[in-house]
């Protein structure tokens, strides 16, 4: 379906002021321009979406989110778009009227009930430069890990939807002659990376899992690209962590333990890992772009431990349009680190988090004052 942009736009409009009358062009206000463009943007592709209302755009593992300003960066005015890496290299969108701020990690409408599209940041979380991130390995701690006496004692965190034996335990799926459940707390998901072995179910046909362990993990697609209902299923009495795919909801319950509001406006956060302070969920929380931020602070978050699954999964075509937009510009987005790991925002205990490994498709959990990378995530509002 065509549509029409800024330069396209703005390009007509000036020839018809022209034509209409050579002084005008001169006395023609930027502003005024600008708003007629927008005028006429929105009546053209008005007109070509007329009769689709009600359709679903479905936005790709890999493309890369634009803040567009309408009438360029001095304007207030900014709206999301989407388009695959394949068209962002051939179009016209490395300028003042287009910024990248992230990469689809989960398409629209992917899981059975449906669901927001999924980005990731362009940069790594920081506790340094909490607002802006940084494209250092800076790795930060889960925290809530240690008393003020340094005892590790942490406290279960009201609200997580993956914590504890009694909730959510790991529950995964293994190839077991007939039997395809597996009592791990951990897993290994498949992935498009080359040479990464993500082999198809000998019980199950269109599921595939990391061929290494007795714990394999099922990709959350078909070999049809469609949703793999092995995903996330558990036992009758469990449900599996790959199942907590609310990371937005976990960040707001892990920032209700925080001690104090301090953070919310200080220029470093406190990188340990004490009860009441909790870096990585805080600098997710803090992180902002154009486009993203409500009065600066809130839309970006620790993303769960089924999200990460998604990451993993589409790997390489993420890391491709990452790697493109470093190409353009250092300090725009650094790529994904090949064998690190990657917190999350689900807790498996009052003193453990659920993780990924980026080396091997590794879902576990660790000590939460362990020091990870994160990576924020945001939900794409329908467009």
């Known amino acids: 379906m065509k549509t029409y942009n800024q330069q396209q736009i703005e390009a007509q409009v000036r020839e018809v002021i022209a034509n209409a009358s050579k002084d005008l062009v001169a006395s023609v206000e930027n502003r005024i ?82 669901n927001e599209a999924r980005f990731i940041s362009l940069v790594n979380m920081s506790c340094k430069t909490p607002d802006d991130g940084t494209i ?145 969920a805080m600098a997710c929380n803090r992180y902002s772009t154009n486009g993203t931020s409500v009065d600066d602070i809130g839309m970006w978050y620790l993303p769960a431990i089924g999200e990460l699954a998604f990451l993993m999964v589409n790997f390489a075509k993420i890391q491709a349009s990452l790697r493109y937009l470093q190409s353009l510009n250092k300090s725009l987005a650094v790529p994904l680190g090949e064998n690190y790991s990657y917190w999350s925002s689900s807790e498996y205990s009052q003193d453990n988090a659920y993780y990924l490994g980026s080396g091997s498709g590794l879902l576990d959990d660790g000590y939460k004052n362990n020091y990870l990378l994160v990576r924020a995530f945001c939900l794409l509002p329908r467009i």
């Open 136 to 280: 250092e390995n800076e790795t930060l701690r889960f925290g809530g890990y240690y008393d003020e006496d340094g005892n590790g004692t942490g406290r279960h965190i009201d609200g997580l939807t993956a914590w504890g034996e009694d909730k959510m335990n790991g529950q995964t799926f293994a190839e077991q002659s007939t039997d395809e459940t597996a009592s791990g707390l951990f897993g290994w998901l498949p992935s498009d990376r080359e040479n990464f072995r993500g082999d198809e179910s000998t019980t199950s046909k269109g599921n595939y899992f990391y061929n290494d362990n007795e714990n394999y993990l099922p990709s959350p697609y078909l070999k049809d690209g469609s949703f793999n209902p092995l995903f996330g299923l558990g036992r009758e009495t469990h449900k599996s962590f790959l199942s907590d795919l609310d990371g937005k909801a976990n960040t707001k319950a892990i920032l209700k333990m925080v001690d104090g509001d301090n953070w919310l406006t200080a220029s470093r956060l406190k990188n340990n890992a004490i009860v009441g302070n909790y870096p990585a």
């Open 33 to 114: 321009l600008c708003e007629l463009t927008a005028q006429v943007i929105e009546l053209l592709n008005a007109k070509q979406n007329s009769g689709a209302e009600g359709k679903q755009i479905s936005h790709k593992a890999g493309d890369i989110v634009l803040a567009h300003f309408d009438c360029g960066k001095n304007h207030n005015e900014v709206r999301l778009e989407t388009v695959s890496l394949e068209e962002y290299k051939a179009g016209d969108y490395y300028n003042e009227h287009y910024q990248p701020i992230g990469v689809i990690v989960m398409e629209q409408d992917i899981l059975p009930d449906g």
